[in-house]
């Protein structure tokens, strides 16, 4: 899940980035919670309050409290929350280097912006190091998410397979795939006893993926034309050539 928090004092202007981001979200197979203030006092309060985000979209220019002072106080409270200004104000891009946006769009933005924008900061939070948790043995085990090509249930087991090695432990993938969705890197359910990382698909067609390792997986009848759709517009999303 992708938290995200749009920031204007123009009803119009947060209306259209939220339809827009969940537009792209969408086509990203990202899930994705939106929050909009109109703000940047608001935004700020509800962060000091407990509020927490991965990205927010504002803009400079408001009432009650600039964006620039706004993400000042945000800072003391979440100093790794992605900022992205999206304003009319060129002039302001020095000053808001203090609070280390990642990036600075100058309005009207246009769609192909908005949407690179938002596969650059997704990438750039999936490229922390997220860990899968579990116990087994008698001993509590973590393994990077990024690193797991696949879960694979069988029984009452569950084996964990990455490039380097299987790992094993008691469950049941259902409960994995739930937990998973709290997760930044998406994972594909082709199969009953299968949960594939999608960042780990070499090759994919109606019926099957194979994977980094040269592992081929069969797509369930029942789930074949829904895997397809996401597949297909995940690749149209991160792999056209702009």
């Given at each position: 899940?992708?938290?995200?928090?749009?920031?204007?004092?123009?009803?119009?202007?947060?209306?259209?980035?939220?339809?827009?981001?969940?537009?792209?979200?969408?086509?990203?197979?990202?899930?994705?919670?939106?929050?909009?203030?109109?703000?940047?006092?608001?935004?700020?309060?509800?962060?000091?309050?407990?509020?927490?985000?991965?990205?927010?979209?504002?803009?400079?220019?408001?009432?009650?409290?600039?964006?620039?002072?706004?993400?000042?106080?945000?800072?003391?409270?979440?100093?790794?929350?992605?900022?992205?200004?999206?304003?009319?104000?060129?002039?302001?891009?020095?000053?808001?280097?203090?609070?280390?946006?990642f990036q600075f769009l100058v309005k009207p933005?246009?769609?192909?912006?908005?949407?690179?924008?938002?596969?650059?900061?997704?990438?750039?939070?999936?490229?922390?190091?997220?860990?899968?948790?579990?116990?087994?043995?008698?001993?509590?085990?973590?393994?990077?998410?990024?690193?797991?090509?696949?879960?694979?249930?069988?029984?009452?087991?569950?084996?964990?397979?990455?490039?380097?090695?299987?790992?094993?432990?008691?469950?049941?993938?259902?409960?994995?795939?739930?937990t998973l969705k709290t997760c930044k890197i998406?994972?594909?359910?082709?199969?009953?006893?299968?949960?594939?990382?999608?960042?780990?698909?070499?090759?994919?067609?109606?019926?099957?993926?194979?994977?980094?390792?040269?592992?081929?997986?069969?797509?369930?009848?029942?789930?074949?034309?829904?895997?397809?759709?996401?597949?297909?517009?995940?690749?149209?999303?991160?792999?056209?050539?702009?």
């Amino acid at each position: 899940m992708l938290n995200i928090a749009i920031c204007d004092d123009d009803i119009q202007i947060t209306g259209k980035i939220e339809r827009l981001l969940q537009d792209i979200a969408k086509r990203n197979f990202v899930d994705t919670e939106i929050e909009v203030f109109w703000n940047g006092k608001s935004l700020a309060d509800a962060i000091a309050a407990g509020e927490r985000y991965d990205v927010i979209y504002l803009d400079i220019e408001m009432d009650k409290e600039d964006g620039i002072s706004a993400v000042r106080r945000i800072r003391t409270y979440d100093k790794n929350v992605r900022i992205i200004y999206v304003t009319s104000h060129e002039s302001y891009m020095r000053e808001s280097f203090e609070v280390r946006p990642f990036q600075f769009l100058v309005k009207p933005v246009t769609d192909k912006i908005m949407e690179k924008c938002f596969k650059s900061v997704y990438e750039d939070i999936n490229s922390e190091d997220f860990y899968f948790r579990y116990s087994y043995q008698r001993m509590n085990h973590k393994v990077p998410i990024k690193d797991i090509l696949y879960f694979e249930s069988n029984k009452r087991k569950i084996f964990i397979v990455t490039e380097q090695e299987i790992l094993e432990l008691y469950g049941k993938l259902n409960e994995i795939e739930e937990t998973l969705k709290t997760c930044k890197i998406s994972f594909l359910r082709v199969h009953q006893s299968f949960l594939v990382n999608y960042k780990h698909i070499s090759g994919q067609s109606y019926d099957s993926v194979v994977m980094d390792n040269g592992q081929k997986i069969s797509i369930s009848e029942d789930r074949r034309k829904i895997i397809s759709e996401q597949y297909c517009s995940m690749e149209d999303t991160f792999y056209v050539d702009e």
